[in-house]
C-alpha cells in the first residue's frame, strides 16, 4: 500500500516536471538578426521628400523547436511591440528616452487618397496609426523592423518610426537627428510575459553606400547597461 501510494506520488511529480518542459519548450525564442540594407531611389515619383534612402533594419526571428521536438509546435509571439535606445560610444543615452519600434510590414500611417465629386482629396484613417504598433510572429518566421534612415547622402541620420511620417521636414525627424558617427542601439521586444533584447552599431560616419548595422561588442554592451543603471 506505502509503495503504491509513493509511485502514484512519484508518477505524479514526474508529469507535472514533463509538463513544465513542454511548455517551456514551447515558448516562442526571439532572436534578433541584421537585416542587409535596404536602398530606395524616389527620384522618379512625385511629392516625394526625398530622392534616395538607405534603411537599417532587423529581424524578429520566432526560432523553430530543436529537431528532436518538432512533433511539437513552438508557440507564436503574440504583440509584439518595443522600444528602442540610441545611445553614445561610451553608453549615454543620446536623447534621454526610448523611440517606438515601427515593423516595416505594418501599414504605413499616410493618408489615403480619395475622390469626391471629380476632385483628388485624402483622407487619414486612424487604424492605420499607432506611436506603438504590434505584431505577431509565429514559428519559423520573422518580421522586419526598422530602426535608422539616412537621406540623399546627408550625413545624418534618422530614428526611423511612425513619427517620422508627420515629421517636419517629412522623414526627417529632427527629434531622432543623428550627426556623422557612431553610435550605439538598444533594442527591447516584449511578448507575452517574454523579453528580447539586442545590442548593435550604427556605422554613421561613412558614406551613404556603406552605412550600416553591426553587432556590438561585450564591451559596448556593459557600457549601455551601466549607463542604463545609474
Known amino acids: 500500500m506505502g509503495q503504491t501510494v509513493i509511485e502514484v506520488v512519484l508518477g505524479a511529480i514526474v508529469a507535472i516536471v514533463i509538463t513544465i518542459v513542454i ?6 525564442k526571439l532572436v534578433l538578426e541584421i537585416e542587409k540594407p535596404t536602398d530606395a531611389d524616389y527620384r522618379d515619383r512625385q511629392n516625394y521628400p526625398v530622392g534616395i534612402a538607405r534603411y537599417l533594419c532587423l529581424n524578429l526571428i520566432n526560432k523553430p523547436l530543436p529537431r528532436w521536438a518538432r512533433w511539437m509546435t513552438r508557440n507564436p509571439a503574440l504583440q509584439c511591440h ?13 536623447f534621454g528616452r526610448s523611440m517606438p519600434i515601427r515593423w516595416s510590414g505594418s501599414p504605413e500611417p499616410i493618408a489615403l487618397p480619395l475622390v469626391i465629386d471629380g476632385k483628388q482629396s485624402s483622407i487619414f ?22 530602426i535608422v534612415a539616412r537621406f540623399d547622402n546627408e550625413d545624418f541620420c534618422y530614428g526611423w518610426s511612425n513619427e517620422s511620417y508627420f515629421s517636419v521636414p517629412l522623414w526627417k525627424n529632427n527629434n531622432w537627428k543623428m550627426f556623422s558617427n557612431r553610435y550605439l542601439v538598444r533594442v527591447t521586444i516584449k511578448t507575452s510575459g517574454e523579453k528580447c ?34
Open 23 to 28: 511548455e517551456n519548450l514551447r515558448k516562442p
Open 82 to 94: 518595443g522600444q528602442i535606445t540610441f545611445h553614445h560610444l561610451d553608453g549615454q543615452n543620446v
Open 197 to 230: 533584447v539586442g545590442f548593435f552599431r550604427i556605422v554613421n560616419d561613412v558614406p551613404q553606400n556603406a552605412f550600416r548595422l553591426e553587432t556590438a561588442s561585450p564591451d559596448e554592451i556593459a557600457k549601455i547597461q551601466k549607463s542604463m543603471s545609474v
Open 125 to 146: 484613417d486612424p487604424s492605420r496609426y499607432s506611436m506603438e504598433p504590434c505584431m505577431d510572429v509565429h514559428p519559423h518566421e520573422a518580421e522586419r523592423l526598422d
